[in-house]
């Protein structure tokens, strides 16, 4: 009973460097979502997908890159990191339908020096 | 677009007692609203939702709601306090719209309970 699954659960970059990070999910959700939670700020989203082949802007896209090859993966890439990007992201998925649950992953806390 | 304003950063109460947090939305028609609950490293837990019909809705551990439109409020309440519900709360708040799947949430409550 897998769910949503992150990884990794902790990264250190320097500034500059690229990464991705992976979120996989077994519910044959539709839906999938990034979050970065910074203190004070509650969770801001970074990018959704309400399918494969299909991604969308939230609120805070700028610095991350997304796609949806299929239904279960949604990869989040960081291209050039920067200090700002220092958080802890949570990947969410659910059915389709804005009142549906989110199921959350346990979240990558990423630090970029 | 859509806002949620939760006004108490931390909340400290005894064990056993009554709980309320507070929340705040912005949006001109019926949202959508949630509260969900993080643990210490933990993902978010969803309590409960409202998007029609009664007002007050029950959740998981023992939480209610009571949606309350005239004052676009969704107040997280629990008659009694467990030490386990020590966490941070998250109000959210997301519409039937096109930007439906932009769920917004607050800043987040963090509950301290004292025993």
């Known amino acids: 009973n897998a769910g949503v699954t992150q990884t990794p659960k902790f990264q250190v970059l320097k500034t500059g460097q690229s990464m991705t990070l992976q979120c996989a999910q077994d519910?044959?959700?539709?839906?999938m979502s990034w979050y970065r939670q910074d203190p004070g700020m509650g969770l801001r989203l970074i990018h959704y997908?309400?399918?494969?082949?299909?991604?969308d802007q939230g609120e805070v896209p700028n610095g991350y890159n997304v796609s949806r090859s299929t239904t279960e993966d949604f990869p989040l890439r960081l291209l050039s990191a920067a200090p700002s990007q220092t958080s802890v992201y949570f990947c969410?998925?659910?059915?389709?339908?804005?009142?549906?649950?989110?199921?959350f992953g346990s979240g990558t806390q990423l630090s970029v020096l | 677009a859509q806002s949620v304003t939760q006004p108490d950063i931390h909340i400290t109460v005894s064990e056993g007692a009554s709980l309320e947090l507070r929340c705040n939305y912005s949006?001109?028609?019926?949202?959508?609203l949630f509260w969900y609950v993080q643990s210490p490293g933990q993902g978010l837990q969803l309590l409960l939702k409202?998007?029609?019909?009664?007002?007050l809705v029950q959740g998981i551990k023992g939480f209610e709601a009571e949606f309350k439109r005239s004052q676009s409020s969704f107040n997280l309440r629990k008659p009694s306090v467990h030490w386990s519900d020590a966490a941070e709360y998250f109000c959210?708040?997301?519409?039937?719209?096109?930007?439906?799947?932009?769920?917004?949430f607050g800043a987040g409550t963090i509950l301290r309970v004292k025993s």
């Open positions: 969410a998925s659910r059915r389709q339908g804005i009142n549906e649950k989110l199921f």
């Open positions: 519910m044959n959700h539709e839906y």
């Open positions: 997908s309400v399918g494969a082949g299909i991604t």
């Open positions: 949006y001109g028609a019926t949202p959508y």
């Open positions: 409202y998007f029609s019909g009664d007002t």
């Open positions: 959210a708040v997301g519409t039937s719209s096109n930007d439906g799947n932009k769920l917004v």
